[in-house]
């Protein structure tokens, strides 16, 4: 054991030891995915070449699908794909797989997500109806079990968990009792929240939920993995394929009968997303939804006594992102610009919110000391923005604030 232990460390200080060599910057990334990482999930990257179809790939395979089930809180009855690509590759597969040629989907809208779910169905010519509440908004769950009660052909309701345009998380539990009670398959979006908030496939009635590695689960882009439902295949079965790559029951085929993926996945990614479930259950899924939650707010606090204020004050905000208003007295560039120079990368709002919102993502592999050294170095850059600059910000100095972990 204890040679294995000395082993790992010296195979890790060689893959740090890598990365300093390599001519690349390194940054706090506090965007919402890609995300940092840890050395472990970063070893992984490094393997001996392997033949996708070889055996031993299955077998990585089989462990990533059970495990992945482990934390969408799936049951018997529940089917994981993984599907090489980003979440928007999980968000069409499971839009263009489950919807019935003479049924419609529902989408709900309160961000740019929800936006994008609409734009999907119209590329597919989908049967659609958009119930939009606007940005900054909550779901109104009466207002989706009209359309439900009064619209026959409605087969599929879908939304996201976390909106990650605003920061807000959607109803999915309530929404899900809705599909049960009218009997509609149930898609959600948890590509920024599986990890980090509270999410059960079985009890939140959830028929496909899907997820990416690159966020809360601190993997690497480049895979994205569905959760699916025995009544959701069954409803899938008799419906035609709308296109090739992203067609679920290729996938599930692939996955049941060989565990395998039926096109060439990924395969390093692969192995760092093994690596990052291996830690997310070694902390234990209910653990890291507390850890995110307590790592949300000290954020929020930090940032209310600097004086700034936030999109949304629901009390359903997300445990991943806090969506901040830019403050008067500084362009957004501007403050884009001097944090990133001190080495921290923060991330625009999108649309109706761009230049007048930023995002401070807390997903990833972060820690207190990375957080308080960003927020002081926030509250810094704000201060000199203001002309404010008191001789001392709590012992900080600007060769200090420059000194980040990486």
């Not at 797989?97 to 049924?103: L, M, N």
């Not at 936030?310 to 001097?338: A, C, M, R, W």
Request: charged share 25%; proline share 3%.
């Amino acid at each position: 054991m204890q040679r294995l232990h000395e082993e790992s460390t010296r195979v890790l200080g060689y893959i740090e030891g890598i990365l300093n060599y390599k001519n690349t910057p390194s940054y706090v990334l506090l965007n919402p995915g890609p995300v940092l990482t840890t050395p472990k999930v970063k070893a992984a990257l490094v393997h001996h070449d392997m033949c996708h179809r070889d055996d031993d790939f299955s077998a990585l395979v089989q462990n990533l699908r059970k495990k992945l089930k482990k934390v969408f809180k799936g049951g018997d009855d529940h089917e994981v794909v993984m599907i090489t690509g980003s979440g928007t590759s999980g968000i069409e597969a499971a839009i263009s797989s489950s919807v019935p040629e003479d049924k419609k989907i529902l989408v709900v809208v309160n961000g740019a997500f929800g936006e994008r779910y609409v734009e999907v169905s119209k590329v597919h010519r989908l049967g659609l109806v958009e119930v939009n509440f606007g940005w900054r908004n909550e779901v109104d769950t009466k207002e989706i079990e009209r359309h439900l009660v009064e619209d026959e052909d409605i087969a599929v309701v879908m939304m996201a968990h976390h909106e990650t345009s605003t920061g807000i998380l959607n109803p999915v539990n309530e929404v899900g009792e809705l599909c049960r009670k009218h009997n509609k398959l149930f898609i959600v979006d948890a590509v920024s929240s599986l990890g980090a908030e509270k999410i059960d496939v079985v009890e939140d009635n959830i028929d496909i939920c899907l997820s990416s590695a690159n966020k809360a689960i601190h993997a690497i882009a480049g895979v994205a993995f569905v959760c699916i439902s025995d009544k959701a295949w069954n409803t899938m079965r008799d419906i035609r394929p709308r296109v090739y790559y992203l067609d679920l029951k290729r996938y599930r085929k692939y996955a049941v009968d060989i565990e395998q993926t039926p096109f060439t996945p990924a395969v390093s990614s692969f192995f760092a997303l093994d690596a990052a479930i291996d830690e997310l259950l070694e902390d234990g899924v209910e653990r890291r939804w507390d850890i995110y939650q307590e790592r949300n707010q000290f954020i929020r606090t930090r940032l209310k006594e600097m004086g700034l204020r936030f999109l949304t004050e629901t009390g359903n905000e997300s445990h991943t992102i806090t969506v901040v208003e830019v403050p008067d007295y500084i362009k957004y560039q501007d403050l884009y610009n001097t944090m990133k120079s001190y080495g921290y990368i923060l991330y625009g709002a999108k649309d109706e919110l761009e230049d007048k919102y930023f995002q401070i993502s807390n997903m990833g592999a972060l820690n207190e000391e990375i957080l308080t050294s960003f927020l002081d170095t926030l509250r810094f850059v704000l201060f000199k923005a203001r002309g404010e600059m008191p001789a001392n910000i709590s012992g900080l100095s600007p060769v200090i604030i420059k000194t980040h972990i990486a």
